[in-house]
């Protein structure tokens, strides 16, 4: 049965999103929907490819009078953000992304979408699939696992990719043309945890809830909570307004990816006294919170419900070193750009928190525009781990992609895309980590540009993608590769 977003227009990209879809593909389970292009390429007879890092490479020859111009790829990754909401059942290793039309938008039923980069990589199979395109030699890209470490950019094969030009299209803003990003990497915290038996009398489990979230490199500049930080503070309130109040937790936990800002975020705590008391003061504490972020946060819930009792609790020391590391620690934007107007040019996220059986583990994602700026951070995070008994190490550091405001694809894309808007696009440079640096660290020579389609609230459940500008897109995209020129 045809899905309804396959009347949508472009109508051969709309087929290829919605089998995107079909085809579960969130980080590190990409091999299904990998290896059914790997299939459909060859069935068409078409150079197909899996390089030692399971990137997919596919080749199509130019099309008639197009042999002499210079050849183009087009570049996507293949997997998706997995998030869903509470209350949607969805196992994304084998469930499949339930589109609809919503208006000018298309949503998915409680999850994520996967528009960010199935829109991109499906345009790329359209291209492919079409029989009346005009474009010259032509190779798609797909990435493996761009989401948590951008793992098929680093382990690139070299001397594989035969293009001069490529056109990645993860961006995710019509009317603007990306020519540089920030560059990343992994901070994960360790705070070790000592346990001693539980003497408490109750056992709560504090919930907060109901945040929008985002992408921690689009969006981090919002104003948006992250639930872990602001669960953090709640603890920290305590610990520090409440002398008399004594309390320990069994669990801290929060978040899903690391590259989200995360939506929710949960404790397990247990104290003595008299639990009305403390319900009424977590109630006043989300009036505080509603009042405060009535804006950026407008369904934000904290709520406490009793537990089951817990058998052990964190050790004095380890409390007090977990609320303080948390309540502590830096997250958000850290500077703007001086160089690029409004651009953010550093931040952290903390994406991930949980407890181990002998530690509380937290993972953030540091991004910058300069290498400097992701030292700086470091070094930040090393001198409060140290305060707060804990430790941090690095790792996945990946480069920026230094942008350049005079080249060749940048002038045709640019003109084309006036043409189409009736207005000059916006250039500009991205927080987020897009693979280009890694691409052009790998390909040095590459002319490189990315375009893509309106995508709202992407790595969350409210992830939507614009019809109309996916329209924009597809002709913008089309009509570049019509237009690239002959060979030097």
């Known amino acids: 049965m045809m899905s309804e977003i396959q009347s949508l227009q472009p109508q051969l990209l709309w087929k290829w999103f919605d089998q995107i879809c079909a085809i579960p593909h969130p980080s590190h389970h990409e091999e299904q929907l990998a290896e059914f292009i790997v299939n459909w390429a060859k069935g ?7 390089d030692e890092a399971g990137n997919l490479l596919i080749r199509k020859p130019a099309t008639k009078g197009m042999e002499h111009c210079q050849s183009v790829a087009l570049q996507a990754h293949l997997d998706m953000v997995p998030q869903a909401n509470e209350e949607t059942d969805h196992d994304f290793t084998s469930d499949p992304i339930q589109p609809y039309i919503d208006g000018e938008w298309v949503k998915a039923k409680g999850t994520t979408l996967g528009a960010d980069n199935g829109i991109g990589m499906a345009s790329a199979l359209a291209v492919l699939d079409s029989e009346n395109l005009v474009h010259p030699a032509l190779e798609v890209l797909l990435t493996m696992t761009e989401e948590v470490g951008m793992d098929g950019a680093l382990g690139l094969r070299k001397n594989w990719l035969q293009s001069e030009i490529m056109i990645n299209t993860d961006t995710e803003d019509n009317g603007e043309i990306y020519i540089g990003c920030a560059g990343g990497e992994n901070a994960d915290l360790t705070v070790p945890v000592q346990w001693r038996e539980n003497n408490y009398e109750h056992c709560y489990q504090i919930s907060l809830k109901g945040l929008r979230g985002g992408h921690s490199g689009c969006d981090i500049h ?7 930080k602001t669960l953090a503070r709640f603890l920290a309130n305590l610990q520090q307004n409440q002398p008399h109040f004594e309390f320990s937790l069994s669990e801290i936990r929060g978040g899903s990816v690391r590259n989200a800002i995360p939506r929710e975020a949960f404790a397990t705590l247990c104290f003595n006294g008299e639990p009305a008391n403390f319900t009424q003061g977590v109630k006043s504490f989300e009036s505080l919170l509603k009042t405060e ?20 609790v964190f050790a004095p020391n380890t409390k007090n070193n977990v609320v303080n590391l948390l309540n502590a620690l830096p997250n958000g934007v850290i500077r703007n750009s001086d160089v690029v107007e409004n651009v953010v040019e550093s931040s952290l996220s903390i994406g991930v928190l949980k407890t181990t059986e002998d530690a509380v583990k937290g993972t953030i994602l540091v991004r910058s525009l300069i ?32 942008p350049h405001a005079e080249t060749p694809i940048l002038a045709l894309t640019k003109e084309i895309y006036g043409e189409l808007l009736g207005y000059e ?16 660290k790998i390909y040095p020579a ?41 060979k030097k």
């Open 425 to 440: 696009p916006a250039i500009k440079v991205i927080h987020a980590g897009l693979e280009c640096g890694l691409l052009k």
């Open 293 to 312: 972020l009535a804006i950026a946060e407008p369904d934000l819930q904290l709520t406490a419900q009793p537990a089951e009792k817990a058998t052990k």
């Open 371 to 402: 290498e400097s700026g992701t030292n700086y951070i470091n070094g930040l995070l090393i001198s409060l781990t140290e305060l707060c008994g804990a430790s941090v190490q690095f790792s996945g550091r990946y480069p920026g992609w230094e």
């Open 222 to 228: 919002t104003g948006r909570a992250s639930a872990i």
């Open 44 to 50: 068409k007879g078409f150079y197909a490819e899996r």
């Open 446 to 486: 590459l002319d490189v540009v990315s375009i893509g389609p309106t995508i709202v609230n992407a790595h969350s459940p409210d992830e939507k993608v614009h019809i109309p500008a996916v329209r924009t897109y597809w002709e913008l995209l089309t009509k570049v590769l019509a237009g690239i020129p002959a």
